[in-house]
Every structure is written in structure tokens, then in C-alpha cells.
């Protein structure tokens, strides 16, 4: 009994860690076109949703993220807590890219945060410096988040930067205009599609045939999905 039950305990605790420690893949994708939230949520509250209208329109699915009188939660916050947690620098990545669409009338302050864990608003992590300014024009624009010390900043003492981001706890998408890792209070509505892990813009080319091989697959890989949600969407052809 007393063998069985410490095997039991070392297996809990070698699959904790191999969790942990798991590697983000170079170019990761989250383009929500199987039609779920792929993970994203925002706790208890009502959570984002699946909707139709992304950057290339019919039949590109988003997700959208609510706060206020528009549902969800007081704060415009989304996170994810199973692809997008562990290790990003064992492949090389230093940015995460995505597209982002407006649903309000004012300018939003998006950020990415990356913190330990699923704790509360004190919680050790780091944050975008800078945030991407969202225009209200209802577009979908592309934003670029480099996960590097010169574009982010530690909150509540997180460990050193290249320690930390072996064994990141939470992925979060806020709208902030202040440097933190919990979003603002207010009646806010974003679109969110195409979520990616890249290494810096500036650095694709060095990486050579491997990097755009990278690309090329990735693009491809949203086409066939899309037509594919498409075809689904319109069925079978009449005979």
C-alpha cells in the first residue's frame, strides 16, 4: 500500500512538472476556427465567445472579449491557462502577434501579461511597457508583443525574466492605459484572432529558409482551416 501510494504521488508529481515545463511551440496558432474559445477565458463571469467576422470576414472565426454593460466581467481581461503556459524561450520565441479589432468608441491600451499563475491581482509578473493602441475605428489591425526586457516590466517581484519565462503560469490580454497585469474597469468590447508566437519581426530573416518555411506553413495552415469552416458552414452541394 504504502509503495503503491508513493508511486501514485511521484507520477502527480513528474506529470506537474513536465506541465510546467512545457515548451511553447514556434508559431503557435490560435485562429478559433473550431469554433470554441480555445481555452481563453475570464473566471467566473460570462466568459468571451466565439463569433463570425474576423480580419477576412465570413466564415473567419474571432474571439470576442466583453466587459461592463456589454457582459463579462467589471475589466476588459481574457487569459489562458493550458497551450499558452510554460517554457518560451526553449524555441527561440520573444513575441507573440496577433489581430485586434475595436468594438468601442474610445481608444483601448492592449497589453499582453504573463504572470506565475492564476493567483489574485498581486500575483508576480510581467507586463507589455508599452501598450498597442487600439483604434476606435472598428478595423482590424495587427499588433506585435515582444516578450523581451525591453518591452516589458516585472510586477510584485516576479523571478529574473529568463527564469521566469521557462515556466510561465498564465498568458493574459488586457486593456490597461497604466502598466499592470489586471485590465481596467469600464464598458469595453475587443475582437481577438490569429494569436501567434513569433520570434522578434526583425529577426525572421535570420532565421532563413527555416523562418519562412515557418511562415509559409502557418499561413497556410489558417487558409485550409478557414476554407474548411467554410465549406462546413454552406454544405453539402445540392445535387
Known amino acids: 500500500m504504502f509503495v503503491r501510494g508513493t508511486i501514485f504521488a511521484l507520477t502527480l508529481l513528474f506529470m506537474g512538472s513536465a506541465a510546467a515545463q512545457a515548451q511553447i511551440p514556434l508559431y503557435q496558432l490560435d485562429d478559433f476556427q473550431d469554433f470554441t474559445t480555445q481555452g481563453w477565458t475570464n473566471g467566473p463571469v460570462p466568459p468571451p465567445t466565439n463569433q463570425d467576422g474576423g480580419p477576412l ?3 473567419d472565426r474571432f474571439l470576442r472579449v466583453d466587459s461592463g454593460t456589454f457582459g463579462g466581467g467589471p475589466r476588459l481581461a481574457v487569459f489562458n491557462l493550458s497551450q499558452w503556459i510554460g517554457d518560451y524561450t526553449a524555441n527561440g520565441i520573444t513575441g507573440l502577434q496577433m ?31 508599452t501598450p498597442f493602441i487600439l483604434p476606435a475605428d472598428g478595423e482590424w489591425h495587427t499588433a506585435f508583443f515582444g516578450i523581451d526586457a525591453g518591452s516589458l516590466t516585472g510586477l510584485f517581484s516576479p523571478d529574473p525574466l529568463a527564469t521566469f519565462l521557462q515556466n510561465v ?53 489558417v487558409r485550409r482551416r478557414r476554407r474548411l469552416t467554410r465549406s462546413q458552414a454552406a454544405g453539402p452541394a445540392a445535387s
Open 99 to 129: 489581430d485586434l479589432r475595436n468594438f468601442t468608441n474610445d481608444p483601448l491600451s492592449i497589453r499582453i501579461g504573463l504572470r506565475q499563475s492564476n493567483g489574485n491581482q498581486f500575483t508576480p509578473g510581467y507586463v507589455s511597457s
Open 169 to 221: 503560469g498564465e498568458l493574459r490580454i488586457i486593456h490597461n492605459p497604466s502598466v499592470s497585469l489586471i485590465g481596467a474597469v469600464g464598458n469595453f468590447q475587443v475582437g481577438v484572432d490569429n494569436i501567434v508566437a513569433v520570434p522578434e519581426p526583425g529577426t525572421i530573416a535570420l532565421l532563413g529558409v527555416a523562418g519562412v518555411a515557418g511562415l509559409a506553413t502557418l499561413r497556410g495552415r
Open 57 to 59: 470576414g465570413a466564415g
